[in-house]
């Protein structure tokens, strides 16, 4: 399958500062990729979704200008976190998606861990 | 009602056991379907894509009920290594954003 990768893999940040996570697609163009957000022994939520080239669509209840969202090429998609308080903390995922002979199929990057003190 | 639902489990199995989970959903509309496996931590990893009546690899079988509007995931032979939680997801809008089930656990005892 396709390959994503996420970076930093977990960070640890204070109240207040802003992080950014980068996903990257390794081996295919991503037009659209996809954010979700995951509480512990929570489903994955869909926070947004990334379009290259435009403004990403944001879920109801995510607020666009703490959370925001670049893409600014076809392989590459990054959320900042801005002003990060604790209850932010949370398992952070992004996928992009591939078109392939099935149809489409989202691969996801390994995550990134934010825990904020 | 959700547009994805999942029995939460946990499924609690020996080994060598056949296991089935079932997944709803809402939008009849849907043409794609996809069983997603979550270890503990970690990110999902695609299992199996439905795309019509149903799909084998291998201990692994997904079959779609679209009248009723489900998707079953079928596991024979339980190993301990299957022991994680499976996700449901069905494409949703107009970006085929992927709306994901609450997950169902599953423990391999031996």
């Known amino acids: 399958g396709a390959v994503v990768s996420q970076h930093p893999s977990r960070v640890i940040c204070k109240s207040g500062t802003s992080v950014k996570i980068e996903c990257r697609s390794l081996d295919f163009q991503a037009t659209t990729m996809f954010w979700y957000r995951q509480f512990p022994k929570q489903s994955l939520m869909l926070m947004a979704t990334s379009n290259e080239g435009s403004k990403a669509t944001y879920e109801q209840g995510v607020e666009k200008d703490k959370f925001l969202i670049n893409h600014a090429s076809l392989t590459l998609s990054t959320l900042t976190v801005t002003s990060a308080h604790p209850e932010d903390s949370s398992f952070y995922i992004c996928?992009?998606?591939?078109?392939?002979?099935?149809?489409?199929?989202?691969?996801f990057g390994p995550g990134t861990r934010l825990l904020v003190l | 009602r959700k547009e994805v639902e999942q029995d939460p489990g946990p499924f609690n199995v020996p080994e060598g056991a056949t296991v089935a989970f079932n997944c709803t959903y809402s939008n009849s509309a849907s043409q794609s379907f996809f069983w997603y496996r979550q270890d503990c931590r970690k990110e999902p990893k695609l299992l199996m894509s439905v795309y019509s009546s149903g799909n084998e690899d291998g201990r692994f079988t997904a079959q779609l009920n679209r009248a009723s509007q489900y998707i079953s995931l079928l596991i024979r032979d339980s190993k301990l290594s299957d022991s994680a939680t499976y996700l449901c997801a069905v494409p949703s809008g107009g970006y085929n954003k992927l709306i994901f089930g609450a997950g169902t656990r599953l423990a391999v005892h031996p």
């Open positions: 996928s992009a998606r591939q078109r392939d002979r099935g149809g489409e199929t989202q691969y």
